[in-house]
Nanobody, 124 residues
């Protein structure tokens, strides 16, 4: 069992920045991803990173504004969000798959472990 816990969400204005953190107790050798879910919408892929941090993939909607990274010594995955827009408003979730190693995964069904989520609200 892998435990994940997100933090860092909040209420900001458009154009501001936030950094989300996801701490884990069992993420060794596992890729990690961020998803988000707005009210009434499906959970949406945001970004994914491999264990070593060399490989990252982003959704087109956040490319160039968001950066995913990780510090394995601290068992933490980050999502730096810059130039935030009202349409970025959502609950943001950290996720890890059941299996270790790298595989191209961007759908929620491919991830087994989830945090409780952290709310990000961007006002105009």
């Amino acid at each position: 069992q892998v435990q994940l816990a997100e933090s860092g969400g909040g209420l900001v204005q458009a154009g501001d920045s936030l950094r989300l953190s996801c701490t884990t107790d069992g993420g060794i050798f596992r890729m990690a991803a961020w998803f988000r879910q707005a009210p009434g919408k499906d959970r949406q892929f945001v970004a994914v990173i491999n264990w070593g941090g060399e490989t990252t993939i982003y959704a087109d909607s956040v490319k160039g504004r968001f950066t995913i990274s990780r510090d394995n010594a601290k068992n933490t995955v980050y999502l730096q969000m810059n130039s935030l827009k009202p349409e970025d408003t959502a609950v943001y979730y950290c996720a890890m798959p059941m299996l270790t190693g790298w595989k191209y995964r961007t759908t929620p069904e491919e991830f087994r472990y989830w945090g409780q989520g952290t709310q990000v609200t961007v006002s105009t």
